[in-house]
């Protein structure tokens, strides 16, 4: 169309969309565009004929209530979703679309039972003004006008506002159609949509394309945003039309309004999670309010001057547990006067006028503000005669679904659009996405309005009408470039095959080619190391690499999570209450009380003693956490009963066994020289200490059965008990009888009937009682290695240690003797090894089976690869045993 030729006073009718397009058209014209105005059909329409229609939201607010006032009996169909926006939102789309064609709801069908009852439900809508009747009764108002000064611009245009436009047409108004063009047409297919518009990208580029002569089709709604990704990595400049825009205010409105009607401490964390309310405390204000199961509205102040923390939390976890209640404290002051207001007895509008006035402070961006404007409309339309809960409810799904759209303001670049938008023809046609599913994407009538029911209205175009209406305008918008390239993905990301439409195939009239694409992928590879002088920097200091020995052991495991723990110092998160581990803590520390109070004769003590250990500790932990009272009762009388047979398991032991507890806890510092300066330093607790003359026995409380493995220990995973045993050994000039872990776990004893000996004759032996006792006796035994001869001094019938056996001579012998010389030496190297691999920057996130299971890190890893194999980091010999081998010991 030439623009420049248009008479002062014309009127050019085009859709929103292209007035920017058309306004840079005319001001490249001589004439420019004044004294022509540009609008669309509907505002034109309404410039003559200016009634305005209820809203959507008034008139299904008004019908949803007439709804329920409804006898639920009459409408055995419909009646579970008669009240629902959904079904009364399709009542008013049919009314609406039917209102255009001048049909009445008196007409509809009412032959089967169902008809009859949404014909019953339909009628309820007869006095509604719907917007597309307006748009007939203005057709009819303007019908004997001349308008001869109207230009339409000739786009898609569905059936209803085709039927305007041919009116138009008879008063005198002109078409401009965009001319035919001889096209050449490409036809590609790429493996999937991001190759799709790469391809389409590198095409641009490759052709030295002009920006401006572009136009692009998208038919799929899911390309928008991988196009935009696309072209920005390719510097390609581009104008997408109307993108929608999402805002957190509706959710946040509903958070507020459902607060308003059920003001529980559920919804109050509802709305602190909606991010309404941004101070930098608010996230401690609901951490704490979920961690002491507190309200906002109680006092915040129970841990303010506390200073003992008890034996099971340490005091650095209460001074972090202080800080968290008076940031909580701070959110609350300011969260508390909006509240309270709320809170307050006033009618529901005021409560929601609270509400939009608070939103009204959270407003950052445009299309906050275009959310905001959307939400007040609503308010203002049917605000009013919200009442209850239900209405509520029918009122939040007006809420749910609003979007804001950003209108561009100009136009740049290439034009990308969807695939009903037809634009001022461009040289360039590029269709993405053209597959069966997604195009020409002719809607059919579905839902409880379905075409079977649309066949029975008479007066509404029939199907096979709109078909061929709709299919004329999409071919008629591939037509106007003079090149046009088709292209459609085979296939989607989960691998479903796809194919392309057969209106494209059609239209192109021949097959697809693959769309060239110039892959140049380097392979990604992630690699988890850091420099050797990073690596010194982080983990060394003044020449010592400081470690627990669980620190080393935890490096084996997976050196990722050595990395996050030790080199980014990233404290696992605190789990409130009774944790797991505090049972092991409490454990430790009745065992260390009691050691330490009343020597060998620790295990003979009262249950009564125990209790009162308990209860100072749990009653620490109440304090702290007052709402999880039972619960830690609870916890209390569990683990008093299994502290109390773990005592008489050890009990049993103390009587057969001559060395006596000498230390618990014992804290060691003990450093290994390595070599170029770099010294290991470190640092622990000995659980417990047993002493008898010159020998030594190491004890390592367990909270289950834990055996002390070759393979383990010489692939690093068990470092703990051996090392103990090196510096004790070395510190403490004893000998080193053996060491051993502990189980406190009350293990779980099978109860058979009896049992069935093999030799012949076959006999069947009933369990008593002492059987039983055996059984539990083996289960509890401790586990480790002996590196004396003299171990019955430790257990004088064997019955306590595993591997220890008397034999003919009545003496007892340990199945191997380990030579702590030679341990000490491996473990010497097995140090030095991972050392070296610290500080040479190996933090691979490459855990073993089961690292994992208990990490905190993994929302940081993320890691879903395969397990790395448990490798032996050094092989020992035969001078691990005394007497020159394992066989002989
Ligand atoms: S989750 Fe697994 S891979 Fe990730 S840091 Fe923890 S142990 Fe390593």
Same mark, same amino acid.
């Given at each position: ?6 008479? $002062? ?11 920017? $397009? %058309? ?89 089967? &039972? ?29 019908? #004997? ?44 297919? &790429? ?60 959710? *946040?409105?509903?958070?507020?309004? /459902? ?12 709305? !602190? ?15 704490? $309010? ?23 939390? /340490? ?6 547990? *202080? ?30 006028? !609270? ?7 959270? %407003? ?56 009903? *938008? ?40 029939? $199907? ?49 080619? =693959? ?6 992928? @380097? ?55 009774? =944790?797991? @581990?505090? &049972? ?49 009762? /609870? ?57 008898? *003359? ?65 030799? #012949? ?57 380990? /030579? ?31 690292? +994992?299971?208990? +990490? ?34």
């Amino acid at each position: 169309m030439d623009f420049s030729t248009l008479p $002062m006073g014309s009127i050019i009718l085009a859709d929103d969309y292209l007035h920017p $397009m %058309i306004r840079k058209a005319m001001a490249a014209s001589k004439q420019g565009s004044l004294g022509i105005r540009i609008t669309d059909i509907s505002a034109f329409l309404t410039s003559y004929y200016y009634k305005k229609a209820p809203s959507r939201y008034q008139v299904l607010f008004t019908i949803y209530q007439q709804v329920q006032q409804l006898d639920k009996k009459d409408f055995p169909t419909y009646r579970n979703i008669l009240c629902s926006k959904d079904f009364l939102e399709e009542c008013y789309q049919l009314l609406n679309e039917l209102s255009f064609w001048g049909i009445d709801s008196s007409s509809l069908p009412k032959q089967s &039972a169902s008809q009859k009852e949404l014909f019953t439900i339909l009628q309820l809508f007869k006095d509604v003004v719907f917007p597309k009747q307006l748009l007939r009764l203005a057709c009819e108002q303007i019908k #004997k006008k001349d308008l001869s000064n109207v230009y339409i611009i000739d786009t898609y245009n569905d059936i209803a506002k085709n039927q305007i436009i041919k009116q138009f047409l008879q008063q005198g108004a002109k078409l401009s159609s965009f001319p035919k063009e001889e096209q050449e047409i490409a036809f590609y297919h &790429a493996v999937n949509k991001r190759q799709e518009i790469e391809a389409c990208a590198q095409h641009i580029l490759n052709h030295s394309l002009d920006a401006q002569d572009i136009h692009i089709t998208l038919c799929d709604a899911s390309y928008p945003k991988l196009i935009e990704q696309i072209f920005q990595r390719y510097h390609i400049p581009y104008t997408l039309f109307q993108q929608e825009t999402s805002s957190q205010l509706p959710k *946040q409105f509903l958070a507020l309004l /459902n607060y308003v009607f059920d003001p529980c401490k559920e919804q109050l964390l509802a709305c !602190l999670d909606s991010e309404l309310f941004t101070g930098g405390n608010i996230h401690a204000l609901r951490e704490y $309010m979920q961690l002491f199961e507190v309200d906002l509205f109680d006092n915040f102040h129970h841990l303010e001057t506390m200073e003992d923390s008890g034996n099971l939390m /340490n005091i650095y976890t209460l001074k972090q547990l *202080q800080e968290l209640e008076n940031k909580a404290a701070e959110a609350q002051a300011e969260l508390l006067p909006f509240f309270t207001q709320l809170n307050q007895n006033m009618q529901i509008t005021n409560k929601v006028e !609270l509400i939009v006035n608070e939103l009204n402070k959270h %407003i950052h961006t445009d299309e906050d503000r275009s959310i905001y404007r959307k939400i007040t409309t609503i308010l203002y339309e049917i605000g009013d005669v919200v009442q209850t809960k239900n209405d509520l409810h029918f009122l939040a799904s007006f809420f749910e679904n609003i979007q804001g759209s950003k209108k561009q303001p100009s136009y740049q670049g290439v034009l990308i659009h969807n695939h009903k *938008q037809e634009v001022l023809p461009r040289k360039y046609h590029y269709v993405l996405g053209a597959t069966q599913t997604n195009y020409p994407a002719f809607q059919t009538k579905k839902g409880i309005f379905d075409e079977a029911y649309y066949a029975l209205i008479k007066g509404y175009p029939s $199907m096979e009408e709109r078909y061929a209406h709709y299919m004329e305008q999409m071919n008629q918008i591939l037509t106007h470039s003079k090149y046009l390239i088709l292209s459609y993905p085979v296939g989607s990301y989960e691998g479903k095959s796809m194919e392309a439409a057969l209106e494209i195939e059609q239209y192109a009239q021949k097959p697809s080619q =693959p769309y060239p694409l110039h892959e140049n992928y @380097a392979e990604l590879r992630l690699q988890d190391t850091l420099s050797a002088d990073m690596a010194k920097q982080l983990f060394l200091k003044n020449g010592c690499l400081h470690g627990s020995i669980s620190s080393f052991e935890r490096y084996v495991k997976c050196p990722f999570s050595y990395f996050l723990r030790y080199g980014l110092s990233l404290k696992e998160p605190f789990q409130p209450g009774f =944790p797991d @581990a505090y &049972a092991g803590t409490l454990f430790h520390y009745i065992l260390e009380s009691l050691t330490n109070a009343y020597g060998k004769e620790y295990s003979e003590q009262s249950s009564k003693q125990l209790r009162k250990i308990v209860d100072k500790e749990l009653a620490h932990l109440t304090q702290i956490f007052p709402s999880m009272e039972l619960a830690l009762m /609870n916890v209390k009388e569990r683990l008093l009963i299994s502290m109390t047979q773990t005592l008489e398991v050890l009990q049993e032991f103390e009587a057969h066994s001559q060395f006596s507890p000498t230390a618990s806890e014992l804290e060691f510092h003990y450093d290994l020289p390595l070599q170029e300066n770099v010294t290991i330093a470190l640092h622990g607790f000995i659980d417990r200490l047993d002493t008898y *003359q010159d020998f030594a026995c190491i004890l390592d409380y367990k909270s289950s059965i834990k055996t002390l493995s070759e393979t383990d220990i010489f692939a690093a995973l068990q470092l703990q008990l051996l090392t103990y045993a090196m510096v004790v050994h070395q510190q403490q000039q004893k000998e080193i009888m053996g060491a051993y872990y502990i189980s406190l776990k009350n293990e779980t004893i099978p109860c058979p009937a009896g049992k069935l000996t093999r030799k #012949k004759p076959v006999t069947y032996n009933e369990y008593v009682k002492e059987d039983y006792m055996l059984m539990k006796q083996k289960a509890q035994r401790f586990n480790g290695w002996t590196m004396q001869k003299q171990v019955d001094t430790l257990d004088d019938n064997a019955t306590h240690i595993v591997g220890l056996r008397i034999n003919k001579e009545e003496e007892v012998k340990a199945g191997k003797l380990y /030579n702590l010389e030679a341990i000490s030496s491996y473990m010497k190297q097995l140090y030095e090894i991972l050392a070296s691999r610290i500080l040479n920057g190996d933090i691979a996130c490459t855990p073993l089976e089961h690292a +994992c299971d208990y +990490c905190s890190y993994q929302p940081i890893c993320r890691f879903k690869g395969f397990y790395a194999d448990k490798k032996r980091l050094v092989e020992p010999h035969d001078d691990l045993y005394w007497d020159g081998g394992e066989q002989d010991a």
